[in-house]
């Protein structure tokens, strides 16, 4: 009889069985959401040092920015369900 250490170790310490279901949904979605918080944080705190640094004017800027942003995201999702 083989003894399979590597295996009995994923199965009783980790909880990984080869009878295990994957959850490509779940998955999909939290990467997808990890991405987006990943690319999201450097681009809000470039928008806020430029909005500290150059003044008032950077702030209509930003929410001009932003509302172009949202229009944006907004027609792409409209599109996708669209076609």
Do not use: W
Not at 5 to 25: C, M, N, T, W
Not at 31 to 51: H, I, M, N, R
Not at 53 to 62: F, H, L, M, P
Not at 63 to 80: D, E, M, P
């Amino acid at each position: 009889m083989k003894h399979d250490a590597l295996g009995a170790h994923a199965r009783d310490e980790i909880g990984i069985s080869v009878d295990g279901d994957a959850r490509p949904i779940q998955a999909a979605l939290s990467s997808a959401c990890s991405f987006v918080v990943g690319a999201g944080l450097p681009l809000v705190v470039a928008l806020l040092g430029f909005v500290r640094k150059v003044g008032s004017q950077a702030t209509v800027d930003a929410r001009n920015a932003y509302h172009r942003l949202k229009a944006t995201c907004q027609l792409l999702i409209a599109g996708g369900n669209a076609a």
